[in-house]
């Protein structure tokens, strides 16, 4: 009898401690303060996980109580981006009770914050089915709404930024998901890895949608102290990179496969399904590393992008504005002089459509820097970057630059001369050396800059007239030779312009305006409607008057 009322006591005793620990850990949950309710539920898990070993008179009850402790750790693992350990609570809590409401509900947000929508709308349909539980009803739902919306576009990549545009960038930034269309990784003859096109695409078609694993942003000041700012900036880019690689096995795993420009290096022999990048891959298929925080460092070096807002560098806005992040997908593209895709930053996510159009096994590029510059600059370029560009348009010109008139002519362009003069020299020149075809877009993409100054000056085309090209013949070679690009485009637009064709900006479009519309799309990807890539590159005309 003494026995039995001492293990009663026994109980009574452990059970006051668990109450206690589980009170404990709840008001820290209440508090969100994550760390600590995470230490306190994991005291208390391990205690009621060694009650249940024993013989108990109430094991239902704890049972219970540790599927809740699962599930709470869970939450506030989640709130920490600590996503494959809140994963697994979840995991936990449901095998006690498969259908744990505030689980279910917790594994659909994390599951929808790795973009994996088809598992997430699983779990919110499951909570679904609880209707009692009316409290959560709106936030389900709308999650339910997100979810079906975002799986779709994961598959079909099909957004459309025509509202957002026509309503001046102010309203909602379209929700965007992760999408990889007709792409696959392969050994590139470029250098490394690469991207590649599995069938023909047009100009414009979307290729590509990845999620940053991390950006950072802000307004650069306008004196001497832009560039610590932007190392400041750097550096915070730096810790939330190896920040989430040290949260997630599966970013740790994906950052290790791009390339940390060391040649040689094995790692970047491998070539990596493009499937493992798809946010459904399962964990199994990434080795578990360790953090490698040196790896990350050479790596982002390499691979980190410089983005553009569409809606801040379109309006001309914010010129001061700088952003920074690490995409993985958009990272395997390689650089070249004739790029064949583009990159459009929204938000957190890159899209990459393609530039012009695009056969079935070319490789996709864009370009890494500003490519309507001459070759020796180019070449510069390459090298700050940490190679030397062997692209087909860098081989030719290579063959011309013993070119000692070309040489000239390159170092008097942006020096107040008349460029109409370099620009007919060049031309002549060309001739001369026998330019022909699409080397002849290649020389003008170099020239660039001086095409765009004499068609500035009424004055250089009245004075050099049909004895230089017109507008729309430079225009059509060089996009033949490097797609499309921002410059051009308004160099066309201004064309159109002078030519009073503007007003089919308005209404129906003439050839010329077709035309610009077909560089547009390959600028800003599709944009659904017509209005709204108008007034895209209506921005470019604006912005010369002011
Ligand atoms: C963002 S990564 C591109 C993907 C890389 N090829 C890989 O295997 O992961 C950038 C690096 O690729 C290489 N690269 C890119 N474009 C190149 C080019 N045109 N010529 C030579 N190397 C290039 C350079 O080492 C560069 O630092």
């Not at 993985?328 to 593209?333: D, G, I, N, Q, R």
Request: aromatic residues 6%; contains cysteine.
């Amino acid at each position: 009898m003494k026995e039995v009322v001492e293990e009663v006591q026994d109980i009574d005793e452990e059970e006051a401690k668990l109450q206690q620990l589980r009170s404990k850990a709840t008001e820290l949950l209440l508090r969100e303060e994550w760390t600590e309710a995470i230490d306190a539920y994991s005291h208390f898990i391990s205690l009621c996980q060694e009650q249940l070993l024993k013989p108990h008179h109430q094991q239902s009850k704890l049972q219970k109580s540790l599927c809740l402790a699962h599930s709470n750790r869970a939450e506030a693992r989640f709130r920490l981006k600590e996503f494959a350990a809140a994963l697994k609570d979840c995991d936990e809590a449901l095998k006690i009770e498969c259908a744990h409401l505030k689980t279910l509900l917790c594994k659909g947000k994390i599951l929808f914050d790795l973009n994996r929508y088809g598992s997430a709308l699983e779990c919110f349909r499951a909570a679904n089915l609880d209707t009692q539980e009316s409290f959560n009803f709106k936030t389900l739902n709308e999650y339910l709404d997100r979810c079906k919306k975002l799986e779709l576009l994961s598959k079909t990549g099909s957004f459309d930024l025509s509202d957002w545009i026509l309503g001046g960038f102010r309203g909602k930034m379209p929700e965007l998901a992760e999408y990889i269309g007709g792409v696959e990784i392969k050994k590139s003859e470029i250098s490394g890895k690469g991207l590649f096109a599995t069938k023909n695409v047009e100009c414009g078609t979307l290729l590509l949608v990845t999620k940053a694993i991390a950006t950072e942003r802000g307004i650069l000041p306008q004196d001497d102290s832009s560039q610590n700012a932007q190392m400041v900036m750097w550096k915070n880019l730096v810790d939330k990179v190896v920040e989430s690689a040290r949260k997630c096995s599966r970013t740790r795993g994906l950052i290790s496969m791009l390339s940390d420009g060391e040649e040689g290096n094995d790692d970047m022999d491998v070539v990596p399904e493009i499937d493992l990048f798809r946010p459904e891959a399962e964990e199994e298929r990434f080795s578990s590393r360790d953090l490698d925080v040196d790896n990350i460092l050479s790596i982002l070096d390499v691979n980190s992008l410089v983005e553009g807002s569409i809606s801040s560098k379109v309006l001309g806005k914010n010129s001061y504005y700088h952003g920074v992040g690490l995409w993985l997908l958009a990272s395997l593209v390689n650089h070249s002089c004739e790029p064949n895709v583009r990159r459009l930053h929204i938000g957190d996510h890159v899209a990459i459509h393609a530039s012009r159009d695009v056969k079935a096994g070319e490789e996709l590029t864009f370009a890494y820097f500003d490519v309507l510059q001459p070759f020796s600059t180019r070449e510069e370029m390459s090298k700050n970057w940490g190679f030397i560009c062997n692209c087909r348009r860098c081989k030719y010109e290579k063959t011309l630059s013993h070119n000692q008139e070309m040489a000239e002519l390159e170092m008097v362009i942006g020096k107040g001369l008349d460029m109409g003069s370099v620009v007919y020299r060049l031309e002549e020149c060309m001739k001369r050396v026998m330019v022909r075809g699409k080397g002849k877009g290649y020389i003008r993409a170099s020239f660039w800059g001086a095409y765009e100054e004499a068609s500035g000056s009424e004055k250089v085309m009245r004075k050099w007239g049909r004895r230089i090209p017109a507008i729309g013949t430079v225009v059509e070679s060089v996009v033949d030779a490097i797609g499309s690009e921002e410059r051009i485009v308004k160099l066309l637009m201004a064309g159109l312009k002078k030519n009073g064709n503007v007003a089919a900006l308005g209404g129906c479009g003439s050839v010329e305006m077709e035309k610009a519309m077909k560089l547009g799309r390959g600028i800003y990807g599709k944009i659904m409607k017509r209005q709204a890539l108008k007034n895209l590159l209506q921005q470019f005309i604006i912005h010369e008057e002011i």
